[in-house]
């Protein structure tokens, strides 16, 4: 494939190491019938083995690379190049995963965007930076925004973990593969569940009383009660409480 030089914004760091992806195709388990939507296919190297086992949409938002794809692949007939923001894309197609090697600037974006969308993905095999799987992944004590943002969606799972040695150019981290898999969603509202994460997690290092009564505008000892009845320390920290926990304190009434 053409020589093209990455450009730094838009995180560009083409995954060269074919072992790697093989280990994402396998993950994927992908059939014929199935369709793949690939954000960022950059130099092609995840692409040209994606093509072998499902119909592709490739979104690439970089006009040169898109025209050298447009090229490269002129002959294929079950690949779809699009040259747009991933951000903006609205998928039409049903029944579709989504296959990519994020760029880093984008990660949680795109994670969030195709999780909150009617029209969900059957599921996400993605490389994305290591620290940001292991957020996403992660579980009380150590519970985050981003990882409630996924969870209470989905399923995420870290498969395995990647040298940034597989990349050109070699970023500053290691990465991972991880899969999220979405499941029902549970019957709240989910304006009322950000609101409350954001107040609960917006001074980390203060309990949670002082933050939920600050964020909220309630009385602080209402916030008390509500949480002694919900088993929960009003001294504790927002990162200690798991996603059910959170899901109690709206159902018990916190949010008016």
Known sequence: M???????????NFLINKKIIKKVINTANLKPQDTVLEIGPGMAALTQELIKKAKVIAIEKDYR???????????????????????????????YKIVANLPFYITAPVIRKFLEIKNQPKEMVLIIQKEVAQRICAKPPDMNILALSVQIYSKPEIISYISKRSFSPVPKVDSAIIKITPHKNYRINKDDFFKIIKAGFSHPRKQLANNLAKGLKLNKEE???????????????????????????IKSGIIF
């Open 223 to 249: 916030i008390n009660s509500l949480l002694k009845k919900n088993n929960i320390n009003p001294k504790a920290r927002a990162e200690s409480l798991s996603i059910n926990d959170w899901l109690q304190l």
């Open 65 to 95: 690379l898109y025209q050298i794809l447009q090229q490269r692949f002129r002959d294929f007939k079950n690949i779809e190049i699009i040259n747009q923001d991933a951000l903006k894309y609205d998928p039409k197609i049903k029944n």
């Open 2 to 12: 053409n020589k093209i030089k990455p450009i730094k914004r838009l995180g560009q």
